[in-house]
């Protein structure tokens, strides 16, 4: 693994969302070199409700796994966003056990200044999963993350998807 997913990523979004979208992600997910905000944060740089920003995050995210999903049925798998899942999905191997310790690694070679639990983790699984599966597979890592994820220095926010 490398830096591989944010390329995929930033591919995908940059390429189907649209710039206000794509601008949320960034500020929320610390793409553009800057700290994390919170959704209360944007939406007052949006002059939007929080709800109002968490529904445009899920709504993005959304959107580029079925972009992904189609181009992947069409046999377009060089696309942008059919890539970011096939990656994904090589990457994380969801269906097997060890996902916290895959996740984790994907987060420390690529998202290394984002904080855990409330920033990285919620990034790489709304991209990777559906919202079934995101809800699993964030309470498995909470409870498999060391201290459950209460060790200092690690902001933990209320993820919702």
Do not use: H, W
């Amino acid at each position: 693994m490398n830096n591989d997913f944010l390329k995929y990523f930033n591919s995908a979004r940059l390429g189907y969302l649209s710039e206000r979208e794509n601008r949320i992600i960034e500020l929320r997910y610390v793409l553009a070199g800057e700290k994390p905000y919170t959704l209360e944060q944007i939406g007052q740089k949006f002059t939007l409700s929080k709800e109002r920003i968490r529904q445009i995050l899920n709504k993005a995210f959304r959107r580029v796994r079925a972009k992904g999903s189609v181009q992947i049925s069409r046999g377009e798998i060089d696309k942008p966003c059919a890539q970011l899942p096939k990656y994904l999905e090589e990457v994380l191997k969801p269906q097997e056990p060890g996902l916290t310790e895959r996740v984790l690694l994907l987060i420390k070679e690529t998202l290394p200044d984002t904080p855990i639990l409330s920033y990285a983790v919620p990034l790489i699984l709304q991209c990777a999963l559906n919202k079934s599966s995101f809800r699993a597979a964030l309470k498995e890592i909470k409870a498999n993350f060391p201290g459950g994820g209460q060790q200092p220095g690690i902001i933990i926010n209320k993820i919702e998807y």
